[in-house]
């Protein structure tokens, strides 16, 4: 919902989800060639900035405006998922991307021979956009200002802008997609993406805004601790599972676990932003953790850059997240101190 005004505040905290999405989404992972090297990472933000903070922002806008809450964010975030790994770098369907070693394999291992493409894939990309670069930085910048999680943050031109920002992006992917790679998405599967994007937009809209029987607000809730200890060992467990069917059934489960836990752990009382972005902080952490174990996927990079990097995205990451907590208890005193029930997050 918008806001009654729009100050400095709200554009810092723009500004701040427009870095902070490409960094969750593009270099946690450490996986390029420019893993450690600062002069290739802030000049490769012009790029990212457009195509994933621009994203990220257009997304938190709309749904804040439309009034949507998270369901339609996590719903608007797969859309973008879908779009980025099945229509325009069009990943999801290839066999062999960019001739990275281990691909064919991966892809093998739960292929959906009549869709061609891997059920693994299919969560990890698209649930990794979702987590990473769209709902875990949206709710990390949203723990920063408790009071301000519900308003809009910048006006239409600022929508059109990001629009535009993320419009072009996109179609340096797909054109860089089409002039270097000798594989391409098929007719069908770039249609069923489309529509598949269509459906999940609507959904969105008809799940985000339907009226919600009314739930009594349960007392107490989760405390910050056990919110974010259940947080990462589920994020632990789905980021860990085996490239098999196996492990698909375990991400499905883990899934439907989370959102049971979310679900009723949003009608408590004490349930609030700072506990959204410690649920949203979970996978940016362990993905920053993990990468640790694994060497850049394209090109060489010494041990030093790698690890120095490592180190200061994962630091990113928790710095902003100990924002957020601060922020919340902050929050939580103001309202202890004036008897304001405060701001609730519902589903």
């Not at 629009?163 to 054109?175: C, D, E, K, M, P």
Request: glycine content about 12%.
């Amino acid at each position: 919902m918008p806001g009654p005004r729009r100050g400095w505040t709200t554009r810092l905290l723009a500004v701040a989800l427009l870095v902070l999405s490409p960094i969750c989404g593009e270099y946690l992972s450490g996986y390029d060639e420019s893993t450690g090297h600062p002069a290739a990472l802030l000049s490769g933000l012009i790029f990212f900035v457009p195509l994933y903070g621009c994203a990220a922002l257009l997304i938190r806008e709309v749904a804040r405006r439309a009034g949507l809450g998270w369901i339609g964010i996590l719903l608007l975030a797969a859309t973008f998922g879908l779009v980025q790994a099945g229509l325009v770098d069009q990943s999801l369907f290839s066999p062999d991307y960019r001739g990275l070693d281990g691909w064919e394999e991966m892809v093998a291992g739960t292929l959906i021979a009549p869709l061609g493409l891997s059920a693994s894939n299919l969560i990890g990309f698209v649930g990794g956009h979702v987590m990473l670069s769209i709902a875990g930085p949206i709710a990390l910048v949203e723990g920063w200002a408790p009071r301000r999680s519900q308003q809009s943050w910048i006006g239409i031109p600022g929508l059109v802008l990001c629009a535009l920002g993320y419009v072009v992006a996109s179609l340096l992917v797909l054109q860089w997609h089409l002039e270097t790679e000798s594989w391409h998405a098929a007719t069908g599967q770039l249609v069923g993406a489309g529509l598949v994007a269509v459906a999940l937009v609507v959904l969105s809209v008809v799940l985000g805004r339907r009226r919600r029987r009314s739930h009594p607000v349960r007392p107490g809730g989760p405390g910050l601790l056990l919110t974010a200890g259940v947080a990462v060992v589920l994020a632990t467990v789905h980021q860990c599972v085996p490239l098999s069917w196996l492990g698909v059934a375990i991400s499905v489960v883990v899934l439907v676990t989370a959102a049971i836990l979310l679900v009723r752990a949003s009608r408590t009382e004490r349930w609030a932003p700072v506990h959204v972005a410690l649920v949203g902080a979970a996978p940016l952490v362990v993905t920053g953790v993990i990468a640790f174990t694994y060497d850049p996927l394209i090109g060489e990079v010494s041990a030093g850059a790698k690890y120095g990097h490592n180190v200061v995205m994962l630091l990113i990451v928790l710095g902003a997240a100990l924002v957020a907590v601060l922020a919340g208890r902050r929050a939580s005193t103001a309202e202890a101190s004036t008897d304001d029930p405060g701001v609730r997050v519902p589903l």
